[in-house]
């Protein structure tokens, strides 16, 4: 599949011209000048020929931070096969353009020069100032407006080769609905004491049999041989740095900048059989010190969250964790993902405090007790390749499957060893239970009282499985239900984000 990247300065539309191709907003834009840093890919389809699109950084020098996200463009330009040099039709022709022009144009690649913002027939007429650029490849276009885009569509298209793809079903535009989420998780029945007051037991027949299906929903067996990865934590805290460990590449921007990353990126590789999706999320700040595009990006980190399967916490080992930390870890638990805790830069930390610092996060973030922990040096590469063994694991026990009658032996046992708590007098009954989904393992509790499921009896059924069943890096769900319920549980659908 060709490539095709497109190149310019800052703020001239590059982003703008990204999501216009894709059809929906995907990068991050915003009027400030390097919003986007790392090199976003995706695949669009144009005039039903398929094309990978690179969107790039801004050309721009000035700090350690602006060089990087230069070098990182050109790259790409040389990766590609196509290259769209974009400027801003609103000023006037510039030396810099023209030379950064020339040198793309003599790497021999199809190339055109894209003029943006020409958003009115009056503004056409300086058009004609960038012929000087001596290329008779000129595409005066508005992104916003949506002007003249079809003819830059229709050069594009002439420079793929003919493919017998599937031209997908149209999708609808998202430039409008960027902030719409799913609808978060699936939430577990709390007890309330106050439903159950003074009163009779109630009759049951003891002597009623019940049906025990099987509601597990069927699953494509290559979606288990794929797994979401969300690198997730605060600002500053290594979490470029550790992609591009894993990459063994350098794929995104690091610098010494907190917040480096914006918009997010992803990157697809294959381990032993299984397909790696890895995405580099915004480094995450008080509330108070998120600025501009910033609570963008943080949007767009939630969004990811919500269609991953492991999340990859980084936590900087050389300095006390902060409140911030366990606050990011909700989002984990919130969105019921898998997990993996990396303590990072552990080349600083003090190493005779292996003990007191594990057992700090052990206290700090109680609701991931079921992620088991590394400790890296993504500066190093020290330990980073034992992560991928690690995710397999995961992996495995997230799509973990347990049999009907397997459940209810257990369950079975746990009531011998202590039995529901009757509240009030009323006898809480739990008949059976099932799985009915993975990713991750969800247990529906058949019972005459479903809201008398005590939380406090819920993590005992969740101790008791994971003392028989390798469930480390996965949470176990279970839902309580009523035995008249004709509806049963239904299974949890993550947004197709990647």
């Known amino acids: 599949m060709k490539k095709l990247a497109i190149i310019g300065r800052p ?4 982003s703008s011209l990204f999501n216009r191709l894709l059809k929906q907003r995907d990068a991050i834009t915003s009027e400030m000048a390097g919003t986007t840093r790392d090199v976003k890919k995706r695949i669009a389809v144009v005039l039903d020929k398929e094309v990978e699109i690179l969107d790039t950084g801004g050309l721009d020098e000035g700090c350690e931070l602006f060089d990087k996200i230069k070098e990182k463009s050109l790259k790409a ?8 040099f974009m400027v801003d039709g609103k000023s006037l022709p ?4 023209k030379k950064l022009f020339y040198e793309l144009e003599a790497m021999g690649k199809a190339i055109a020069l894209v003029v943006n913002k020409i958003d009115n027939d009056k503004m056409h007429e300086k058009l004609w100032e960038y012929f000087e650029f001596g290329t008779d490849r000129i595409f005066g276009i508005s ?3 949506n002007r003249h885009v079809n003819a830059l569509l229709t050069w594009v298209a002439a420079q793929l080769p003919d493919t017998d793809i599937i031209v997908p079903e149209a999708q609808p535009d998202e430039m409008d609905a960027f902030d719409a989420f799913v609808d978060g ?10 439903e159950f007051g003074e009163g009779e037991e109630d009759e049951e027949d003891e002597n009623e049999e019940f049906v025990i299906d099987e509601p597990m929903r069927e699953i494509d067996e290559s979606v288990l041989n794929q797994m979401k990865v969300a690198i997730i934590g605060r600002v500053n805290v290594g979490k470029s740095s550790l992609l591009n460990a894993l990459l063994k590449e350098d794929r995104s921007v690091v610098s010494s900048v907190a917040g480096t990353t914006i918009d997010p990126i992803d990157e697809v590789m294959e381990y032993e059989g299984k397909t790696i999706t890895f995405i580099d999320t915004a480094g995450i700040r008080k509330r108070g010190k998120i600025l501009g595009i910033e609570k963008y990006a ?3 980190t939630e969004e990811m969250l919500e269609a991953a399967d492991i999340a990859l916490l980084v936590l900087d080992a050389s300095e006390p964790f902060k409140d911030l930390d366990e606050k990011i870890a909700g989002f984990i638990d919130k969105n019921r993902l898998a997990c993996l805790i990396v303590l990072n830069k552990w080349d600083l930390a003090p190493r005779e405090d292996y003990d007191k610092i594990i057992q700090e996060v052990r206290d700090r973030f109680k609701f991931l007790s079921y992620a088991p922990i590394i400790t890296i040096s993504a500066l190093t590469k020290q330990r980073v390749h034992k992560i991928f063994e690690m995710l397999l694991k995961i992996n495995d026990n997230y799509s973990q499957r347990i049999p009907t009658s397997r459940i209810n032996e257990i369950l079975a046992m746990a009531q011998r060893k202590h039995p529901i708590p009757s509240i009030n007098g009323h006898t809480i ?5 099932t799985q009915y989904d993975i990713r991750p393992p969800r247990i ?3 019972m005459n009282k479903p809201q008398g499921l005590h939380f406090s009896y819920r993590r005992y059924l969740t101790n008791q499985f994971r003392e028989l069943f390798d469930f480390e890096g996965t949470p176990v769900l279970f839902k309580a239900k009523s035995k008249n319920g004709n509806r049963r549980p239904q299974p949890h659908k993550k947004r197709a984000l990647w």
Request: negative net charge; without cysteine.
């Open 143 to 145: 992104v916003a407006h």
């Open 94 to 97: 510039e030396e810099e353009d």
């Open 77 to 84: 330009a040389h990766e590609a096969d196509i290259i769209l």
């Open 429 to 433: 009954r739990l008949y059976y239970g």
């Open 444 to 446: 529906a509790l058949v």
């Open 298 to 300: 943080l949007m767009r």
């Open 11 to 14: 703020n001239v539309g590059k």
């Open 185 to 194: 998780f699936e939430d577990e029945e709390e007890f309330d004491e106050d």
